[in-house]
T-cell receptor, first 110, second 115 residues
Framework: GEDVEQSLFLSVREGDSSVINCTYT??????LYWYKQEPGAGLQLLTY?????DMKQDQRLTVLLNKKDKHLSLRIADTQTGDSAIYFC??????????FGTGTSLTVIP | NAGVTQTPKFQVLKTGQSMTLQCAQD?????MYWYRQDPGMGLRLIYY???????DKGEVPNGYNVSRLNKREFSLRLESAAPSQTSVYFC??????????????FGPGTRLTVT
């Protein structure tokens, strides 16, 4: 399968910005996604970006894509305690097979 | 509109027992998926069904079978459970419209322990 890598943990103070990073290996990836998982729950789609885009902004979320370096990042502005969760990046080439990273556990300190 | 539902929520099996995990979606989505989530490994695709009547293997299909019963339902069967199949299982669906983003909607998961 494809390798999608993320750092395991991130800790930020409430009100600061969080940046969660992801690297992927397949340059053919067409779709790249960010999902959020709260304890005991399934994954919830936060946002996605097509490979022909460099950036996408959606309220407090900003996604940056660097295709040359195969690097994807998710920035959360004004991080709140409710943002504490595990964040997964995922890639797909065809829309059939999806490859997920190991997840980054975000802890927001009040 | 319940979204994606999964039953059961929890299950304990003995090695060698069989069981079927059920998944249903009420969003009229074309595609459905089964994943397993293990600590430190993210989600791995077991099987998927791109449309009613079709199923295909994902990254880790060994030890599992699936049935796309109709457009709404996609079941995952363990014929002879092994401790290595202890995991959290997620079902997902996607509208998979041509030119769309293929985003997935996930169920709440089934926590399976095989002793």
């Amino acid at each position: 399968g494809e390798d999608v890598e993320q750092s395991l943990f991130l800790s930020v103070r409430e009100g600061d910005s969080s940046v969660i990073n992801c690297t992927y290996t397949d340059s053919s990836s067409t779709y790249l996604y960010w999902y959020k998982q709260e304890p005991g729950a399934g994954l919830q789609l936060l946002t996605y970006i097509f490979s022909n885009m460099d950036m996408k902004q959606d309220q407090r979320l900003t996604v940056l894509l660097n295709k040359k370096d195969k690097h994807l990042s998710l920035r959360i502005a004004d991080t709140q305690t409710g943002d504490s969760a595990i964040y997964f990046c995922a890639e797909s080439i065809t829309g059939n097979q999806f490859y997920f990273g190991t997840g980054t556990s975000l802890t927001v300190i009040p | 509109n319940a979204g994606v539902t999964q039953t059961p929520k929890f299950q304990v099996l003995k090695t060698g027992q069989s069981m079927t995990l059920q998944c249903a979606q009420d969003m009229n989505h074309n595609s459905m998926y089964w994943y397993r989530q293990d600590p430190g490994m993210g989600l791995r695709l077991i099987y998927y069904s791109a449309s009613e009547g079709t199923t295909d293997k994902g990254e880790v299909p060994n030890g599992y079978n699936v049935s796309r019963l109709n457009k709404r339902e996609f079941s995952l069967r363990l014929e002879s459970a092994a401790p290595s199949q202890t995991s959290v299982y997620f079902c997902a669906s996607s509208p998979r419209e041509q030119g769309g983003s293929y985003e997935q909607y996930f169920g709440p998961g089934t926590r399976l322990t095989v002793t």
